[in-house]
């Protein structure tokens, strides 16, 4: 079975510059997360989706931030314009439905710098 | 509110020796808990899981935890480390809901 897939893994843009990131989750996993993780801290959950639907976003930014998941595969993640503070790295989750007891399969992330 | 403690930053220890890395919960009626590793530049992998039964639960690599209700902990061991064992380990905890709540991570270094 093939893993969870984002791209780019590295991305390094200067300030004010628009950004986005793309993820690929498991076939048939229909839960898809995007999560911010800054260095030495834990994930933390940007939104969710179930299917095509914005299930959860009360923690994106959404002066800056913008996501979508067109017919409930594959997603992006954007950010216009980028701040200094944006620099993390950017994780792409997915699982089988969006119920507690199911784990999320992690994608290698895109670490973004911002310059 | 809810949360994970996870008190020890940075876990040093020699190969071979056996590790425990704590993980604490904020107290709920039902709860799942996990443990992820994190190697460098790669994303979270699953070690392993307590969803309801036994209170021991064992994963990959050798690795075990224990849930224990009563102090609201789940912490990760293992009897012997090896080299390979050195990444970044994270405790997830989901109230009954679909959000997954990670601690601040504990850095496990394995010296020969």
């Known amino acids: 079975e093939a893993g969870v897939v984002q791209s780019p893994r590295y991305k390094i843009i200067e300030k004010k510059q628009p950004v986005a990131f793309w993820c690929n989750p498991i076939?048939?996993?229909?839960?898809l997360y995007w999560y911010l993780q800054n260095l030495g801290q834990g994930p933390e959950l940007l939104i969710r989706?179930?299917?095509?639907?914005?299930?959860?976003d009360s923690q994106l930014p959404k002066d800056r931030f913008s996501a979508e998941r067109l017919k409930g595969v594959d997603s992006t993640l954007k950010i216009q314009p980028a701040e200094l503070g944006d620099s993390a790295v950017y994780l792409c989750?997915?699982?089988?439905?969006?119920?507690?007891?199911?784990?999320?399969?992690f994608g290698d992330g895109t670490r973004l710098s911002i310059l | 509110a809810q949360s994970v403690t996870q008190l020890d930053s940075q876990v040093p220890v020699f190969e071979e020796a056996p590790v425990e890395l704590r993980c604490n919960y904020s107290s709920s009626v039902s709860v799942y808990l996990f443990w992820y590793v994190q190697y460098p530049n790669q994303g979270l992998q699953l070690l392993l899981k307590y969803l309801s039964g036994s209170t021991l639960v064992k994963g990959i690599n050798g690795f075990e935890a224990e849930f224990n209700k009563s102090q609201t902990s789940f912490h990760l061991r293992k009897p012997s480390v090896h080299i390979s064992d050195t990444a970044e380990y994270f405790c997830a905890v989901s109230y009954n809901t679909d959000k997954l709540i990670f601690g601040t991570g504990t850095r496990l270094q394995v010296f020969p």
């Open positions: 076939s048939g996993h229909n839960t």
């Open positions: 989750a997915s699982s089988p439905v969006g119920t507690g007891n199911q784990p999320q399969h």
């Open positions: 989706y179930e299917n095509e639907e914005a299930v959860d």
